[in-house]
Nanobody
Framework: QVHVVESGGGSVQAGGSLRLSCIVS????????MAWFRQAPGKEREAVAA???????AYADAVKGRFTVSRDSAKHTLFLQMNNLKPEDTAMYYC?????????????????WGQGTQVTVSS
């Protein structure tokens, strides 16, 4: 059984920073693609950043240069460092994992999801 748990969300002012963490258990972490998605009220879930099992990364255009995704395989943890946050970054952020996914897979390509952590950015 795979378990995914996110943490690190919160409320910040525009220009601030947050670091999200995602701890996974129940599988061989090193063989999985890991990703962050977000969903704002009334909008579809969208990709934010992903890292393949080989360490290669991908980012949505909206977050390039501001967000950094990384993984610590020894600690079974995925991170998302978010800098220069903007009000439009406000959303529920979800961590996802799947051995069969790749870094540009859509949400439907991931079987394992966390419950989400809320990020709110005020202007």
């Amino acid at each position: 059984q795979v378990h995914v748990v996110e943490s690190g969300g919160g409320s910040v002012q525009a220009g601030g920073s947050l670091r999200l963490s995602c701890i996974v258990s129940g599988y061989s972490f090193s063989g999985y693609c890991m990703a962050w998605f977000r969903q704002a009220p009334g909008k579809e879930r969208e990709a934010v950043a992903a890292v393949d099992s080989d360490g290669s990364t991908a980012y949505a255009d909206a977050v390039k240069g501001r967000f950094t995704v990384s993984r610590d395989s020894a600690k079974h943890t995925l991170f998302l460092q978010m800098n220069n946050l903007k009000p439009e970054d406000t959303a529920m952020y979800y961590c996802a994992a799947d051995r069969r996914a790749v870094r540009d897979s859509p949400p439907s390509g991931f079987r394992y999801w966390g419950q989400g952590t809320q990020v709110t950015v005020s202007s």
